[in-house]
Each structure stands twice: as C-alpha cells, then as structure tokens.
C-alpha cells in the first residue's frame, strides 16, 4: 500500500514539473514574438499583426476598407454595363475601370510600405509606385481630354 501510494506521489511530481516545462517554454517563445502575432510568423511580418504598433493595424484597415469600396465599385461597373444605352455614357466605361483597378493596386501596395523591406520589397515598392500613379493620373487626364 505504502509503495502504491510512493509511486502515485511521484507520477503526480514528474506530471507537475512537465507541466510547468510546457508552461515556461509556451511563455519563452511567447516573449519572443510581439503581441498579437502567432508564433510561426516570420519577422518581417510582423508589423501586420502586432498589438503594440497599432499605426499598421491601422493602416491596413482603412487600405482594406479602400480596397474593399474599389471592389464594389468595379462590380456596380460591371453589372451595370450591359444596361446604358447610349453610347455617350458608355465610351468612358473602360477608363473608368483601368482608374479603379489602379486605384485597388495602390491600396494593396499599402500592405508593401507596412511590412519590414528587403531587396524585392523595395524594388516592387518603387516599380509599382510609379506605374500605378501613372495608370490612375493618366486615366484622368484622358478623362479630362475627352470631356473637353
């Protein structure tokens, strides 16, 4: 009886310090990681995610936001599309898509500027900087000449 209960004591002991084990290795790891972000997240990431710079968080909501809007406005374009008649109305349609579809990249090129850069960040960051204000200003401008 004593021997049962000797072994019972220390099962319950080697449970105990594996329980504490798991404990402070979850916390270390934990520690290492910002608030808010999972473990496996890799470091240049984390700007999207972590609790204690709230400027990314954000930034990505209203980027999110501006690029779900963009969204609908393209579809309202498109579903809309088939039902104007005169020609008039329906010549500028194309512009107006390319200018939204410019202004959904540049509100998808926010998540760019947000995240840690390295060599292929920044070169997208310039590359698609330049390209996408072109689209978006040259549509207007063309918008502009047509309408004169």
């Given at each position: 009886m004593f021997v049962?209960?000797?072994?019972?004591?220390?099962?319950?002991?080697?449970?105990t310090f594996l329980l504490l084990f798991v404990i402070t290795s979850v916390a270390s790891e934990n520690a290492s990681t910002s608030r808010g972000c999972g473990l496996?997240?890799?470091?240049?990431y984390v700007s999207l995610c972590d609790l204690d710079a709230i400027w990314g968080i954000v930034v990505e909501a209203v980027a999110?936001?501006?690029?779900?809007?963009t969204l609908l406005l393209m579809l309202i374009l498109l579903v809309r599309l088939p039902f104007i008649k005169e020609k008039e109305k329906k010549s500028?349609?194309?512009?107006?898509?390319?200018?939204?579809?410019?202004?959904?990249?540049?509100?998808?090129?926010?998540?760019?500027?947000?995240?840690q850069?390295?060599?292929?960040?920044?070169?997208?960051?310039?590359f698609l900087w330049g390209v996408l204000f072109a689209l978006c200003f040259s549509c207007?401008?063309?918008?502009?000449?047509?309408v004169r």
């Amino acid at each position: 009886m004593f021997v049962a209960s000797e072994r019972k004591m220390r099962a319950h002991q080697v449970l105990t310090f594996l329980l504490l084990f798991v404990i402070t290795s979850v916390a270390s790891e934990n520690a290492s990681t910002s608030r808010g972000c999972g473990l496996d997240l890799l470091p240049q990431y984390v700007s999207l995610c972590d609790l204690d710079a709230i400027w990314g968080i954000v930034v990505e909501a209203v980027a999110g936001a501006g690029a779900l809007i963009t969204l609908l406005l393209m579809l309202i374009l498109l579903v809309r599309l088939p039902f104007i008649k005169e020609k008039e109305k329906k010549s500028p349609v194309g512009l107006h898509f390319l200018f939204l579809l410019g202004t959904l990249g540049l509100f998808g090129l926010t998540f760019a500027f947000i995240i840690q850069e390295d060599e292929t960040i920044c070169s997208v960051r310039r590359f698609l900087w330049g390209v996408l204000f072109a689209l978006c200003f040259s549509c207007l401008l063309s918008q502009a000449w047509r309408v004169r």
